[in-house]
DNA sequence: TTGTAGGCGTTATCAT
DNA sequence: ATGATAACGCCTACAA
């Protein structure tokens, strides 16, 4: 129990290290260090050894004390508003793809859609000292966002575009998303447009937003046709709103609804009632999640680009973090609208 | 730039240490140390001291000087086979609920139903050294199943039950389950019942095995009703298989599917196509996914304990970190059958 | 109950 | 191009 002071060969842990490498190799170990890392200035022939010598060992680093020696912790922190929101598994999911292969732990924080939450798991994934932040639209508390800059850690921005200045986002204009899915509704001839909103996050207010002005153009606003709760999200909270609105404005005769899972459930629900799709009322969703397309009718919906947001805001990070000058810090992913038979 | 000697204040990063907490408190740093972590020996006014200074100094302890001093990680791997699935979402968010505030980092990896890139996940993971691994189900190769012994890591197995001995799981017996749906179905008067499985993982082979066991005592067994697909399980897949089933054989009177959205896209299609369900066809899903009771009809399925088991998993792998002797290793959480329209 | 000494495995800095 | 030395911030062991 009580090792002598022999050497630097004493471990506590079973795994070996860098010395050893250092020694099998007959190098040094911060030579040992570098060849592993590919830093330039060691000998192709060392390189050689050393990576012969840490295969043979087993060797992996040690993240800790990497992170220690180096001030650099390792790891990427995402922070996203829902899991349950089928949405954003398509974008960590692409995170995941392109960071780890790169050697990048991916610290995954949701945050319910709480701004407060938010600002917790900041403070918390502080701690660890992370190489970036993907984060997801602009909507924080002040906290929050002093803490951003303080830190002075790179960050890129999912989901939504930057309005004001200097920050790199990848996302599309969920205003737009709400102009064409107003423009649509209206090209089919509906006069009565509705939208319902859940959630009621900065994109879900925005595309209220596009929809609206589209409307007010048109002359076609009803303040009594927009639906917004705070509540989460769902199959059952879309068909409850939906059957709501129709008893109190029976006339309405197009729907937007700003995710799909309130579609799907309002198609259902109108299924259950009876009431036509889209000849009494057309329906619209948003995101296109996988089930729309096999609705009955089959969902129109507007599709999001999740996944190439997650791949492109991580490759962005990357660059980020390799100090190469960022080309387009705005990426807009686009959206597309696709149209089925719900309207 | 060149920080010339001075001593132990110069600090590279912004960040407060334990030494300056410790000197504005007026203790030694390993005083501090203990107070911070909770270590019963401290006196509660110094207790209180350190506290305070470190609240002042807004100190965050460094993961990486703590892990490398003590040869401890401070993270949990969890692997799951799948996150659009939302079935383990839900896991997921329960064992974050136990362990973050316990100071764990949670590390989540998803293996895709593929025991190949579980083993990768978890040889990755390993360099972490975790403190703990959750995992799902005993399927694994077997230099998984090494790896996972010579680490002498903590492990709790989720989802499946322990057929054999000794390792701790949480979960419910998917054998049992795919009995009761079998049983079920019976005792509506069924006599042509098929099973429609995808993903093809252990847990929706187990439950088809209970489905056919029961057929088979019944006398009702027909291999040719058996449909499983290797294909990821989807709303899409599942209306495909019910129609090329339905096809194939007309006479099919109740059908069971490994997971909710299968069922899902089922009666979606049978409403497209005419076909009377629960009349003609008897459909009965699994998971009780959000969703499901508001189909038309309503859906009938088995309610599985995903977040309790996920709460029960992280609490388990707590003793088993505290080294607390464990009262139960094998912890059955039951599934309910719901009984709704379409069955 | 508190403190002293030393090391955890790696990398930065400065020489050579 | 390579190496010696000294941190990085914290904790384990032991001593007081």
Chains 1, 2 share one sequence.
């Not at 090209?187 to 909103?197: D, F, M, P, Q, T």
């Amino acid at each position: 129990m009580t090792p002598s002071k022999n050497d630097k060969n004493t471990r506590t842990t079973g795994r070996p290290t860098l010395n050893e490498v250092a020694r099998l190799a007959g190098v040094s170990p911060i030579t040992a260090s570098r060849a592993l890392r590919g830093v330039s200035t060691v000998a192709t022939e060392l390189v050689e050894k050393v990576q012969k010598a840490a295969l043979d060992l087993n060797y992996v680093v040690n993240p800790a004390a990497r992170a220690l020696a180096s001030a650099q912790g390792h790891s990427v922190v995402v922070l996203v508003p829902s899991l349950s929101n089928l949405l954003f598994i398509d974008t960590l999911e692409a995170i995941h793809q392109v960071l780890r292969p790169k050697g990048f732990e991916v610290l995954i924080g949701n945050f319910h859609y709480s701004r407060d939450e938010e600002e917790n798991l900041l403070r918390n994934y502080m701690a660890y000292q992370p190489r970036g932040l993907l984060l997801t639209g602009f909507d924080r508390t002040e906290s929050s966002r002093r803490m951003i800059e303080a830190s002075n850690i790179p960050c890129v921005y999912m989901m939504e575009l930057d309005t004001a200045a200097g920050l790199n986002c990848v996302g599309f204009s969920q205003l737009n998303a709400g102009e064409t899915a107003a423009e649509h509704l209206l090209s089919r001839g509906r006069k009565r447009l509705a939208y319902i909103g859940a959630q009621l996050d900065q994109r879900t207010l925005l595309r209220g937003e596009g929809f609206r002005r589209t409307l007010q153009n048109a002359g076609l606003y009803d303040p009594d046709l927009e639906v917004l709760t705070p509540r989460a999200s769902s199959v059952g909270l879309g068909g409850e709103l939906f059957l709501q609105l129709m008893a109190a404005h029976p006339d309405v005769d197009a729907i937007f609804f700003g995710n799909d899972d309130l579609a799907q459930g309002a198609l259902l629900e109108a299924m259950r009632c009876g009431i036509k799709i889209p000849e009494q009322v057309a329906i619209l969703g948003f995101n296109d999640l996988p089930a729309s397309e096999h609705m009955v009718p089959r969902l129109s919906s507007i599709s999001t680009p999740r996944e190439a947001i997650g791949r492109r805001a991580a490759e962005l990070m990357l660059t980020l973090l390799a100090g190469n000058p960022v080309a387009k810090p705005v990426q807009d992913m686009g959206f597309e609208l696709k149209v089925r038979e719900s309207t």
